[in-house]
């Protein structure tokens, strides 16, 4: 983000780990062949898919392309699949059959690099989690992490831990055997233009900071809501829980591209230390509040339309007496200067009525009385709400009296919707995050204390819900249970409408 997106990308070999998994076909290989029709690939890039099953290299390319042929038939052309771009983004894509845990597999890496007139190299960790200490030790043992001859990266996927010791116990194998500015930690709502776009329009513009406080602003709610269930997820998903799966990671950092201070530059360093900083801020409650402040749901059988949904329970690989939360809402405080007294919302859950990520900012209300004799009898609060997807844009709700005698308010939005504005090519969101790793810009990838202090931060209402709180249910294709409405209504306020 820091740089205009001009200049290509300096020759390497990028390793893909777990190459014939989900991840590589699914967005990676998708988002390099994007980067390589707006001509972003230097032709000195070779992809090697790394994984334990035995493919040649035709084999591996075969199959991306037979993916991407499906993926852009199910679009309809959308995805315009050119022939010829793929014909030479397959020619530089290559595969190595090898044990993750084999020294052999990382002496043949070597081999692979050093046929390259570039020994720049990155490593993609595209595997499950319990691989990346693994493979990164054996990395640093292999020698293949030194960067006198080119350099080296590593890119950790999520999840980045499972809680707080996990996370520093992860943060300090890593950093065993190669330094922070090697490691770029993906999370991939940071890829999303939406996002980028909040740090960029509340710097840019002046007139945001201005109000941009706890003495304008009344509170904040983060919202991302999903129509899916957890798919072909179940087992990872009943160990998991939303909690884990969304906030520390995703919500979190929609939370502190809102909060944050104003970086004293768009680098690297100063804006993950704003973040670390803000996120640092968050109050720890103890076990009594966390358990006030939070929610947890799980989605029992339901509708969405006319289509009949299961129950979690039901969905496969999932403990059928299982207690994980589908659902969270939690509210948290930030304990700085700025935010001292606004509480941010947070929610986020599977199989809700619509998918809706969104952030609503609701301001102050203004003292109504002007109007006391009127008849406006209440005054609504202005909202800014910064919509993530899936229709990207901000809008601002305000009040306008409708023409005629009668004093009479309306609701009106003044908005900017991305798509009436620009062309919207069809990304993955990996786009930036891929191009940006191999022209060593770190800013959109999470720094240890990023990390350590989001699991700071969830580590209250794990550590409380491991006692007691209930899980409450609510039915697929409604939005989270009663327990969210009360969760609001006690502190007076209401959920923004979603959708
Ligand atoms: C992933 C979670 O990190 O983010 C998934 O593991 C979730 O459970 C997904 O569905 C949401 O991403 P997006 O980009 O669809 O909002």
């Given at each position: 983000m820091?740089?205009?997106a001009?200049?290509?990308?300096?020759?390497?070999t990028?390793?893909?780990?777990?190459?014939?998994?989900d991840?590589?076909?699914?967005?990676?290989?998708?988002?390099?062949?994007?980067?390589?029709?707006?001509g972003l690939l230097?032709k000195?890039l070779?992809?090697?898919?790394?994984?334990?099953?035995?493919l040649?290299d035709?084999?591996?390319?075969?199959?991306?392309?037979?993916?991407?042929?499906?993926?852009?038939?199910a679009?309809?052309?959308?995805?315009?699949?050119?022939d010829?771009?793929?014909?030479?983004?397959?020619?530089?894509?290559?595969?190595?059959?090898?044990?993750?845990?084999?020294?052999?597999?990382?002496?043949?890496?070597?081999?692979?690099?050093e046929?390259?007139?570039?020994?720049n190299a990155?490593?993609?960790?595209?595997?499950?989690?319990?691989?990346?200490?693994?493979?990164?030790?054996?990395?640093?043992?292999?020698g293949l992490?030194?960067?006198s001859r080119?350099?080296?990266r590593v890119?950790?996927?999520?999840?980045?831990?499972?809680d707080?010791?996990?996370?520093e116990?992860?943060n300090a194998?890593?950093?065993?055997?190669?330094?922070?500015?090697q490691?770029y930690?993906?999370?991939h709502?940071?890829?999303?233009?939406?996002?980028?776009?909040?740090?960029?329009?509340?710097?840019?513009?002046?007139?945001f900071?201005a109000?941009?406080?706890n003495?304008?602003i009344?509170?904040?709610?983060?919202?991302?809501?999903?129509?899916?269930?957890v798919?072909?997820?179940?087992?990872?998903?009943?160990?998991?829980?939303?909690?884990r799966?969304?906030?520390?990671n995703?919500?979190?950092?929609?939370?502190?591209?809102?909060?944050?201070?104003?970086p004293a530059?768009?680098?690297a360093?100063?804006?993950?230390?704003e973040?670390?900083?803000?996120?640092?801020?968050i109050?720890?409650?103890?076990?009594?509040?966390?358990?006030?402040n939070?929610?947890?749901?799980?989605?029992?059988?339901?509708k969405?339309?006319?289509?009949?949904?299961?129950?979690?329970?039901?969905?496969p690989?999932?403990?059928?007496?299982?207690?994980?939360?589908?659902?969270?809402?939690?509210?948290?405080?930030?304990?700085?200067?700025?935010?001292?007294g606004?509480?941010?919302?947070?929610?986020?859950?599977?199989?809700?009525?619509?998918?809706?990520?969104?952030?609503?900012?609701c301001?102050k209300?203004a003292?109504?009385a002007?109007?006391?004799d009127?008849?406006?009898d209440k005054?609504?609060?202005?909202?800014?709400?910064?919509?993530?997807?899936?229709?990207?844009?901000?809008?601002f709700?305000?009040?306008?009296k409708?023409?005629?005698?009668?004093?009479?308010?309306?609701?009106i939005?003044?908005?900017?919707?991305?798509?009436?504005?620009?062309?919207m090519?069809p990304?993955?969101?990996?786009?930036?995050?891929?191009?940006?790793?191999l022209t060593?810009?770190q800013t959109?990838?999470?720094?240890?204390?990023n990390?350590?202090?989001?699991?700071?931060?969830?580590?209250?209402?794990?550590?409380?819900?491991?006692?007691?709180?209930?899980?409450?249910t609510?039915?697929?294709g409604?939005?989270?249970?009663?327990?969210a409405?009360?969760?609001?209504?006690?502190?007076?306020?209401?959920?923004?409408?979603i959708?």
């Open positions: 820091s740089k205009p001009i200049e290509t990308t300096p020759p390497c990028l390793f893909l780990f777990g190459g014939s998994g991840l590589v076909k699914r967005l990676l290989m998708p988002a390099l062949y994007n980067l390589s029709r707006d230097d000195g070779r992809i090697v898919g790394v994984d334990h099953n035995p040649s035709a084999d591996f390319a075969g199959r991306l392309e037979a993916f991407m042929r499906e993926r852009d038939k679009s309809q052309g959308a995805n315009c699949l050119d010829k771009l793929w014909g030479r983004l397959a020619k530089r894509v290559g595969y190595l059959t090898g044990d993750f845990l084999s020294e052999a597999t990382y002496q043949a890496i070597a081999r692979r690099i046929k390259n007139p570039s020994e990155v490593f993609y960790l595209a595997t499950s989690p319990g691989f990346f200490g693994e493979v990164v030790q054996r990395l640093g043992a292999a992490l030194d960067e080119g350099f080296r890119v950790v996927e999520k999840p980045f831990g499972s707080l010791a996990s996370a116990a992860l194998c890593l950093l065993k055997v190669m330094s922070e500015k490691i930690r993906i999370d709502y940071l890829g999303k233009e939406t996002v980028q776009n909040i740090l960029v329009s509340r710097f840019s513009n002046g007139l900071e109000f941009w406080n003495h304008y009344d509170h904040v709610q983060i919202t991302a809501a999903e129509t899916v269930g798919e072909t997820r179940g087992a990872f998903y009943d160990h998991t829980g939303a909690l799966d969304m906030v520390p995703h919500l979190f950092q929609l939370l502190a591209m809102v909060a944050m201070e104003p530059a768009f680098g360093d100063a804006v993950r230390s973040k670390a900083k803000v996120i640092g801020a109050r720890p409650w103890s076990k009594t509040m966390a358990l006030k939070s929610v947890r749901g799980q989605y029992v059988a339901g969405q339309g006319r289509k009949q949904l299961p129950g979690y329970r039901d969905e690989r999932v403990d059928p007496h299982s207690q994980t939360e589908t659902f969270v809402a939690l509210k948290v405080m930030i304990d700085n200067w700025r935010w001292v606004v509480p941010f919302y947070l929610r986020t859950g599977k199989r809700m009525s619509v998918r809706d990520t969104e952030i609503a900012i301001f209300p003292p109504s002007q109007f006391r009127t008849e406006v005054i609504k609060p202005n909202y800014l709400r910064i919509q993530i997807q899936p229709n990207e844009g901000m809008w709700d305000l009040q306008a409708r023409p005629g005698p009668a004093l009479v308010m309306e609701n939005e003044l908005g900017f919707a991305y798509k009436d504005f620009f062309t090519l990304y993955t969101g990996y786009e930036t995050l891929i191009y940006d790793c060593g810009d959109l990838f999470q720094r240890a204390d990390i350590e202090n989001g699991w700071r931060a969830v580590q209250p209402f794990l550590d409380a819900w491991k006692e007691g709180g209930e899980v409450h609510y039915a697929a409604e939005d989270g249970p009663e327990a409405t009360e969760l609001m209504s006690r502190d007076r306020r209401v959920w923004h409408s959708g």
